[in-house]
């Protein structure tokens, strides 16, 4: 068997033409990915080429950077950002938004006669994140059906949002589920989970690129954005784009949910930090 660097040389991934694919791949969407990403990169880019019946990279590149369809990009695109993610993922924080930030800005509402909560669940992968949190405000909020409940969902990957908007789980993704929260806010399929419908009505589903600053700007009044364990692809250009486009989103007084090695502070020094409890958010000031 010939060693990788012998199979026949239109397969393979120079560091040269790595390098154009990383560019192509950031300028479109933010995320760079770092040489020791490279053969990660090779592998969904083979299979997309194999599909395609092309037996050189060099034409699968051209293709993409010159073709005026952007559907093969986009394929490719969904190769790459496949993320597994779960309900209610990293508990800890999730508490802390349901018994003390949330009630925090729920009394302030209330001051204010106002009964909208709006959160923006942005990378949302397939599901699993909005769902959680539609299960947390119908669990927290007193008399929810007298609150007017939105959560934005969104992604670029076209693939994760078919498999969110369909809602139907295998047992590791609810698989921290609550018992008591799995027998009332989903059907069991044979083998699989099916999101009720009273937890889909509050959840819409849009396919969004983070770097695309004209989309962003159309999500308005966000009381809370969920952007967890996604900036971490990104570099700290295209953070402080992300980041300066959350905030023009959100409400004065929201706030941003990060995950636990990201950080808004070296970024943007036009967020306040709040340590909350045991969690450290970001809000935009009042």
């Given at each position: 068997m010939q060693p990788p660097e012998e199979i026949g040389d239109e397969m393979v991934l120079s560091d040269e033409l790595y390098a154009k694919f990383v560019k192509m791949v950031y300028k479109a969407t933010g995320i760079y990915y770092e040489h020791n990403k490279k053969y990660y990169v090779q592998k969904r880019i083979e299979k997309r080429a194999e599909k395609l019946g092309i037996d050189s990279i060099h034409d699968y590149y051209r293709i993409l950077k010159f073709s005026k369809d952007s559907t093969e990009f986009?394929?490719?695109?969904?190769?790459?950002?496949?993320?597994?993610?779960?309900?209610?993922?990293?508990?800890?924080?999730?508490?802390n938004f349901a018994e003390e930030v949330l009630p925090m800005v729920v009394r302030r509402k209330n001051m204010n006669n106002d009964r909208t909560i709006k959160i923006w669940s942005a990378a949302c992968s397939t599901g699993e994140e909005p769902y959680t949190l539609s299960i947390i405000l119908q669990e927290m909020l007193d008399e929810p059906e007298k609150w007017n409940l939105r959560i934005v969902a969104s992604d670029i990957n076209t693939d994760v949002l078919h498999t969110a908007k369909?809602?139907?789980?295998?047992?590791?993704?609810?698989?921290?589920?609550?018992p008591e929260y799995l027998e009332k806010y989903f059907t069991k399929k044979h083998e699989s989970y099916l999101v009720k419908l009273g937890v889909k009505?509050?959840?819409?589903?849009?396919?969004?690129?983070?770097?695309?600053?004209?989309?962003?700007?159309?999500?308005?009044?966000?009381?809370?954005?969920?952007?967890?364990?996604?900036?971490?692809?990104?570099?700290?250009?295209?953070r402080k784009t992300v980041l300066s486009d959350f905030y023009r989103s959100l409400n004065p007084g929201g706030i941003i949910y990060l995950g636990h090695s990201e950080s808004v502070g070296r970024i943007s020094s036009a967020y306040c930090m709040q340590r909350i409890g045991d969690t450290i958010v970001y809000s935009k000031p009042k």
């Open positions: 986009d394929k490719l695109i969904n190769d790459l950002t496949v993320n597994e993610t779960y309900f209610f993922r990293d508990y800890p924080q999730l508490r369909n809602g139907l789980y295998e047992y590791r993704s609810v698989r921290d589920v609550p009505k509050l959840v819409h589903f849009m396919k969004i690129n983070l770097m695309d600053s004209v989309a962003v700007s159309d999500i308005t009044g966000c009381d809370f954005i969920f952007c967890r364990n996604c900036l971490i692809y990104f570099d700290d250009e295209s």
